[in-house]
């Protein structure tokens, strides 16, 4: 099929050997492996996905039905078609041309920054007005064309509907059931270094925890059960974070734990012991490199980009979007009514 790929590496795919002409690999996750083909039908090039057989069929499905929910609009990828043979799945989407996100940031400018935001916050905003969390987002799922000024929504494998909560119920329940899953020695012992810590061994909530390390909310990293929408604009403002330091990652986490200490460097104990308080858990750290009062972003990113000139209203939606609070983080649309993105809407 191709001259770049050995035939036993897609002797799965040849029941598509009519449809499609496999060109190469052009990427690879948890659960499946993606090609660029052409259709020979009418010449075009497309993206096919093949969905690893150890895969969940309930999550093959969902991602399916998710995808068919989103119409391919609103820069969310659009599905071309679906083929199925013995318990091979195959899900083909148009081939899309996107900048490598590292060779985005060697060159980005504000203006790069405006778009690649707005477009998307415009995905972001879709998948939460047709009910799904997308749990799973990062430069590597957001396609990025920086000469057409276009992004399109990828990968909803990890992709959940959203529940609705009674929130007042949930808010009086964490008051009486508080319950620290985690937390950081206050007290060092002569065996541990400085900064040790140690998990509490007090039963766990259980809590959804998709996602990828370095861009899960807070309030994932805590195992809250009561997940919303919040969690992707998080994470879109980890990645609006990192385009401003160009830096990336911007969070190296190797665990939930470090996840924590990362985020506790920028936000201070005040703040942590603030969020873990709201989501019915415990802060205590004796780490010397988290200050008690949070680092504001203007410090931060003077001292990881001193050329970027970031407004008043990019700082503001960089707080709003950065809020250790899920119930008062802006949302995707409200967002998109931010005054960061005027000068880009004129």
Known sequence: MTEDIPEEDLSHLNFLKDKYKIIEKIGEGTFSFVYRAKDTRNNSNVAVKAITRTSAPNRVLDELKFLQDLKGINNCIPLVGVYRNEDQIVAVFPYFEFTDFRELLSTITLVDIKFYMYNLLVSIAHTHSVGIIH???????????KKTGRGLLIDFGLAQYDAKYDMKKINEEKIINQKPILFFNSIVSRTKPPGYYERDTRPQMKAPRAGTRGFR?????????????????????????????????????????????????????????????????????????????????????????QWMELSTEGYDLMYRMLDLIADTRITADQALLHPFFDSIKK
């Open 135 to 145: 749990r799973d987002l990062k430069p590597g799922n957001f396609l990025y064309n």
């Open 217 to 305: 909310a807070p309030e994932v990293i805590f195992r809250y059960p009561y997940q919303t929408k919040a969690i992707d604009v998080w994470s879109a403002g980890v990645m609006f974070l990192t385009l401003v330091c160009v830096q990336y990652p911007f969070f190296y986490s190797a665990d939930d734990v470090d996840g924590l200490v990362e985020i506790a460097t920028i936000f201070g104990h005040k703040e942590m012991r603030k969020a873990a308080k709201h989501y019915g858990r415990d802060w205590k750290s004796n780490i010397d490199s988290i200050p008690e009062e949070r680092i504001p972003f203007e410090t931060l990113v003077s001292k990881l980009n």
